[in-house]
């Protein structure tokens, strides 16, 4: 049977044997823990996981080219998002294109080669005076039937366009006179300007006056016969040239008949229209008139300076 200091002692053994258990598993749950803390692949989960932010964060307003989006208020207006700089990676925006001009249009009088002088159109100008000998000018037309005729600007001239043309002159004190053009006024003649013969300015004013103000317009006289043509001297089936003399109207096409059709002549400034191969020399010829009115001319030979009368004549306007 124990006695009581053995009983004793080994209540003591049994405390200081709990007293240690205890607190190794305290020690060993601390070791664990650390050891648990310093693994590598735990450390690098653990600062993923505190840098990644979650699906639904929103992003900083500090990040580069982003617009904040202001908080909705009862006081505050939105924030105008400002447009997107332009990028190489973007086409550049291009610039609407120029709208082009629409020709004008013409009247239904004149056609598309009626050149400076039009119909129905008055132009203002000056008119001097000029001996016009027996009438023959710049146009070769040859003498005059009488003196009632003029020279025109070279401007207004326009390589010949304007020979054969009937304008009539109106002056400031209420008088007109009706002239041809048979004749070129060369510089200093002013556009607008036509140099009229002494016997047509006296019916104006007088002489001495020099220069008067004037405005005039194309007309189309009644009284007037058929058309003429004639070849210029050296015509022949191999070159030719061709005029058309007593005209109404001014004349701004001729052509002649060929195998393939019509083929246009290019006018001079001597008032002829050539054709430097002989084609359609002695053929049929078809004139046009400021009006775009065509008259067809048959029959006529080759005859070198010799005025040929044919018996039609462009219409009235």
């Known amino acids: 049977m124990q006695t009581a200091r053995q009983a004793a002692r080994q209540r003591r053994q049994r405390r200081r044997l709990m007293l240690g258990t205890t607190l190794g598993v305290a020690v060993a749950g601390v070791l664990a823990y650390l050891v648990l803390g310093d693994l590598p692949g735990r450390k690098a989960d653990t600062e993923v996981a505190a840098a990644t932010p979650a699906a639904n964060t929103p992003v900083s307003s500090a990040s580069a080219d982003r617009t904040e989006t202001p908080t909705a ?5 939105p924030t105008a998002t400002p447009k997107p700089s332009a990028s190489k990676s973007q086409p550049a925006a291009r610039k609407p294109a120029k709208a082009t001009p629409r020709p004008p249009r013409q009247t239904a009088a004149t056609t598309s080669s ?3 002088i039009q119909p129905g159109t008055s132009y203002s100008g000056v008119a001097t005076a000029y001996e016009a000998g027996d009438g023959n000018g710049a146009c070769l037309f040859g003498p005059s039937p009488d ?13 010949s366009r304007a020979c054969g043309a009937y304008v009539q ?8 006179v009706t002239v041809r053009i048979t004749n070129e006024c060369p510089l200093p003649c002013a556009p607008g300007q036509i140099d009229l013969s002494q016997q047509a300015f006296a019916k104006l ?6 220069r008067l103000a004037i405005t005039w317009s194309l007309v189309s006289p009644s009284s007037i016969g058929d058309i003429s043509i004639r070849y210029m001297t050296g015509s022949s089936a191999y070159w030719c040239g061709i005029q058309v003399i007593d005209h109404r109207n001014p004349v701004t096409a001729l052509a002649v008949r060929t195998g393939s059709g ?3 002549l290019p006018r001079t400034g001597y008032n002829y229209f050539i054709s430097a191969d002989g084609t359609g020399c002695g053929s049929s010829i078809r004139v046009t008139d400021i009006y775009g009115q065509q008259l067809t001319i048959n029959g006529l030979a080759v005859k070198p300076n010799v005025v040929q009368p044919t018996q039609v004549q462009f219409a009235r306007h």
């Open 73 to 77: 208020s009862a006081t505050s207006s």
């Open 114 to 116: 009626a050149g400076r």
């Open 147 to 159: 003196l009632m005729i003029a020279a025109m600007n070279t401007t207004d001239y326009q390589t």
């Open 169 to 176: 002159v109106r002056a400031a004190n209420g008088k007109s």
């Open 205 to 210: 004013a007088e002489l001495k006056v020099g």
């Open 262 to 264: 019509w083929r246009p």
